[in-house]
């Protein structure tokens, strides 16, 4: 597993679910987080499910693709604290690198 595959890209694009191939984050929204992992400040209206995730001892809300249900990551309130400068900044959609595929403009 390497999270690292689109950690340092910014392309334009959009990033889409590796499974189903739904869409579900614009390279707009991208950002450098300072973290292993591809960082987004937001999803695609309705592309991505939500729910809570308390393994490993702690409490987490997971996200998940709404088509086909694929673990995507995490999202977390630590935007601006990991680097987003963006107006908009706030949640941080922490996504493995292997649950993507970006689709080039």
């Not at 869409?23 to 300072?34: E, I």
């Not at 997971?62 to 990551?73: M, N, R, T, Y």
Request: with cysteine; proline share 3%.
């Amino acid at each position: 597993m390497s999270e690292e595959k689109y950690t340092r890209v910014f392309e334009k694009g959009t990033y889409n679910c590796s499974h189903c191939g739904a869409q579900l984050f614009p390279s707009g929204a991208k950002f450098s987080s300072g973290t292993a992992w591809p960082s987004f400040r937001k999803a695609l209206s309705g592309a991505i499910k939500t729910r809570p995730d308390h393994s490993l001892g702690m409490t987490r809300t997971e996200i998940l693709c709404a088509k086909c249900g694929q673990h995507l990551g995490h999202v977390f309130d630590d935007g601006k604290e990991c680097g987003d400068t963006h107006e908009q900044a706030g949640q941080r959609f922490c996504v493995l690198s292997e649950a993507l595929d970006l689709e080039k403009k």
